[in-house]
């Protein structure tokens, strides 16, 4: 299979409908789209080791690498100490789970109020801080982690060159969502995975996939499904286009860019 993944969040609709789970989510990546697995944690419901290993097993029987573990709920910064230490609690948890399903990368976010334009430098202290240690478990566990530039002070990418900066680990990444703007130049040579939204796999696409591998970038290509209607179909779109580039790339075509 192609390095595409395809989102578990791009399910979420269903899910909410309670008419899939991970488990028919990792059948359908499999049979339905012939690509791997990138779990958002909202599809797991526990990180008790059991269920953990159950979700191991399925990925196995399918042959399936997980591209990522895509972590809600962990942030680094809340201003709230309590809530602060809660995440941690579960960032550990989302790590071990991580480890134990194997995870190419893991997405922990920065955090920080959702309407933000900065860090202080309070927070960027305890932020490079935790993942200066997270970079340095993953290093040892053959995996990268990292923020995702799509919320609060992650969407501004001159935070998010400061963080990866500062960080300084081979081990630490971004989870890079393409925005098709200048700002995904700017994060790409920290780029450890990709989410590929509807705007961009019918917008500029092979422009901004161009733009990464030229800029040395090895990973999946994450496809991510934001509506939550009519996903089974609008998925296979995005699939579709994303390896039609990666097969013009095959057949050392020239990819026109829109």
Same mark, same amino acid.
């Given at each position: 299979?192609?390095?595409?993944?395809?989102?578990?969040y791009a399910f979420h609709g269903l899910l909410r409908q309670e008419v899939m789970d991970v488990f028919g989510y990792l059948e359908s990546?499999?049979?339905?789209?012939?690509?791997q697995a990138d779990i958002w944690n909202g599809m797991l419901p526990t990180t008790d080791r059991d269920y953990v290993l159950k979700v191991k097993r399925a990925l196995d029987e399918r042959g399936l690498v997980l591209a990522n573990l895509c972590v809600d709920g962990a942030h680094i910064w809340e201003d709230d100490p309590?809530?602060? %230490? *809660?995440?941690?609690?579960t960032a550990l948890a989302h790590l071990e789970a991580g480890e134990l399903l194997g995870a190419r990368t893991i997405r922990i976010d920065a955090g920080g109020a959702h309407d933000a334009k900065s860090f202080t430098p309070e927070q960027m202290d305890l932020i490079v801080q935790r993942y200066r240690a997270f970079?340095?478990?993953?290093?040892?566990?053959?995996y990268r982690v990292g923020p995702e530039n799509h919320w609060g002070p992650e969407v501004v990418p001159e935070n998010m060159v400061a963080i990866c900066e500062a960080v300084d680990h081979p081990a630490f990444g971004v989870l890079l969502h393409?925005?098709?703007?200048?700002?995904?130049?700017e994060i790409a040579p920290w780029a450890m995975h990709t989410h590929l939204a509807w705007e961009i796999?019918?917008?500029?696409? %092979? *422009?901004?996939?161009n733009m990464l591998r030229d800029a040395g970038y090895q990973?999946?290509?994450?496809?991510?499904h934001h509506t939550?209607?009519?996903?089974?179909?609008?998925?296979?779109?995005?699939?579709?286009?994303?390896?039609?580039?990666?097969?013009?790339w095959s057949q050392g075509s020239q990819v026109e860019e829109r």
């Open positions: 299979m192609e390095q595409i993944s395809v989102a578990s990546v499999k049979f339905r789209y012939g690509v309590d809530r602060r %230490e *809660a995440n941690y609690r970079a340095h478990r993953a290093e040892q566990g053959g393409l925005r098709g703007n200048a700002g995904d130049r796999t019918e917008g500029p696409l %092979e *422009a901004s996939m990973g999946y290509w994450g496809v991510e939550g209607e009519n996903e089974y179909s609008e998925v296979a779109v995005q699939v579709a286009r994303v390896r039609a580039v990666l097969d013009r």
